[in-house]
């Protein structure tokens, strides 16, 4: 999707140069057992650790019984990342990326904590969506540890458990499962106590959960079996350090771990070589999950991973930059909106007509707010998405696709991007009180505003002129230029137009008039 003009492309490459490491990417990994840190490299496709930071944070750990974050644990998560924005100096913005993941998915003050957490970091942190989190770990695992293997790719988090079959780069099937070693620690080994009962009742929780995935993910369609991330490396080496197996984790070896942790009695009793402290309070839990997971999924051996959602993101983010840089390459989601296309039957020759119109109003703009390159693909892929909503029905499909787009798994989209999104599609039709808390949001009610009058000069779903109309903006108040010569003869235009002016001033602050101009 080609969305920039040549000046703004250059004003993009030029951004992507302001770095005291332009060659350098960063990817922050808001687990909910730790926070990570990721600085590499990437040259002809080979990727090179700069730097690795990692701090046992327990975010998980904080979600009260009212699913609200704690004060202790945000004051945790937010130290952790201002001594991450210290190793972050000199990066520019388009070279961070930062992902949270289930903790922040459940929360519900989630936002009041991103607020505080974006300035401690100094950088806007994403949440993401569960089969978003599963596709960026297989992308870090299918990149660092390549094969055309059919494979089983599986992460046990602080949380959530991610399950992906995917061959070669292609992830086939991704799910998330709201099961992960750091809740069922606490649900199940209450004070550090391990008891056989504790472990019968955790996997049987487990099980419950992961049983979903039982017809989705079975043994006939993956060839090797790989875990990603910390529970899984922490288990490996504690099996290699203490000569059960070389790394391999099976059946036989786990239930070896659980005796250990049975004859312990507590995490505080559990000294085992290759066992890091950090790891004791989240074993339980994981090892009831992994065992479940080799019973319940037939899996008789699982091997560590190189790859995990850390280097994926950063992959991602590369993808990202080559697209601003070079347009003719794809940005990562615009297959996903394709995809949404399809999947709601959107009537693309108009979407299109539609997305030409939004963008060429944009882009000829004067006196635009200042936005970065997201803003245009923003509206671009609004436009290209305004009318999937129609699939549910043609009465208020607004509201259906602004429901659909705020709800929607969408690869290479953060939840926030996709909420966004929605409040656009929302914005297309209508009066604008419902966008009311977004009214003193400048870049998206200039996005507004292009979509809006793209939808009214395109109603009949034809195309019409380039040049009928233009968007000139000074402060608060916005003129729209039409060919006089053109809206003479669209007396019904001319009234849609009429009454979009009525609604802008009748919503305040961004009022709105018509002018005229002669074409030569």
């Not at 974006?118 to 806007?124: D, M, R, S, T, V």
């Not at 001319?494 to 009748?506: D, F, I, K, P």
């Amino acid at each position: 999707m080609d969305t920039d003009t040549p000046a703004s492309s250059a004003k993009s490459a030029a951004a992507l140069d302001a770095s005291r490491f332009p060659q350098q990417l960063a990817s922050i990994d808001m687990g909910s057992n730790s926070f990570r840190l990721e600085i590499a490299e990437l040259h002809k496709g080979r990727y090179k650790r700069i730097d690795y930071l990692k701090e046992t944070v327990r975010l998980g750990a904080g979600l009260d019984e009212h699913g609200l974050l704690t004060e202790e644990a945000a004051q945790r998560g937010l130290a952790c990342l201002a001594r991450f924005a210290q190793r972050l100096k000199g990066f520019a913005s388009w070279q961070v990326r930062a992902v949270a993941t289930q903790t922040l998915r459940e929360a519900r003050n989630r936002d009041a904590f991103l607020s505080r957490a974006n300035g401690a970091l100094g950088h806007p942190i994403d949440v993401i969506a569960g089969r978003e989190e599963a596709r960026l770990i297989y992308q870090g695992v299918a990149r660092l540890q390549p094969s055309e293997l059919p494979r089983l790719v599986i992460d046990i988090g602080g949380r959530s458990t991610e399950m992906i079959l995917g061959r070669g780069r292609l992830p086939q099937r991704a799910e998330s499962f709201k099961v992960g070693s750091v809740s069922l620690s606490l649900a199940h080994f209450p004070d550090g106590r391990f008891t056989a009962d504790g472990f019968r009742a955790a996997q049987i929780a487990a099980g419950a959960e992961l049983e979903e995935g039982l017809t989705l993910f079975t043994p006939s369609q993956w060839r090797e079996a790989l875990g990603s991330s910390g529970t899984v490396g922490a288990v490996s080496q504690l099996l290699q350090a203490n000569g059960i197996t070389d790394g391999r984790i099976t059946p036989e070896a786990l239930r070896w771990c659980i005796e250990q942790c049975l004859q312990a009695g507590h995490v505080d009793a559990l000294n085992l070589p290759g066992l890091k402290a950090d790891r004791k309070a989240v074993l339980g839990g994981g090892l009831s999950i992994l065992y479940t997971l080799a019973v319940q999924f037939n899996i008789d051996v699982m091997w560590p991973a190189r790859g995990a959602l850390r280097q994926g993101v950063i992959f991602d983010l590369e993808e990202r930059i080559e697209a601003t840089r070079n347009h003719r390459l794809p940005d990562p989601r615009d297959s996903a909106v394709r995809e949404l296309q399809q999947r709601f039957r959107v009537d693309t020759q108009h979407a299109q007509r539609i997305h030409d119109r939004a963008l060429q109003l944009w882009n000829t703009m004067q006196g635009r707010p200042p936005s970065d390159g997201e803003a245009i693909r923003e509206l671009a892929w609004a436009a290209q998405l305004h009318e999937i909503g129609m699939m549910v029905s043609h009465h208020d499909h607004h509201r259906h696709s602004s429901y659909l787009l705020g709800h929607v798994d969408a690869a290479g989209f953060s939840q926030s991007q996709l909420r966004r999104l929605a409040s656009l599609v929302l914005g297309q039709r209508g009066e604008l009180i419902k966008l009311a808390e977004h009214l003193n949001d400048k870049v998206l009610m200039a996005q507004v505003l292009c979509l809006r009058l793209a939808i009214i000069l395109h109603h009949a779903r034809i195309d019409q002129p380039t040049e009928v109309a233009r968007i000139i903006k000074a402060r608060s108040r916005c003129r729209v230029s039409l060919d006089k010569g053109w809206a003479q003869h669209q007396p019904r235009t001319l009234h849609l137009l009429q009454e979009e002016v009525r609604r802008w001033n009748a919503a305040g602050p961004h009022a709105l008039e018509l002018t005229w101009r002669e074409l030569n």
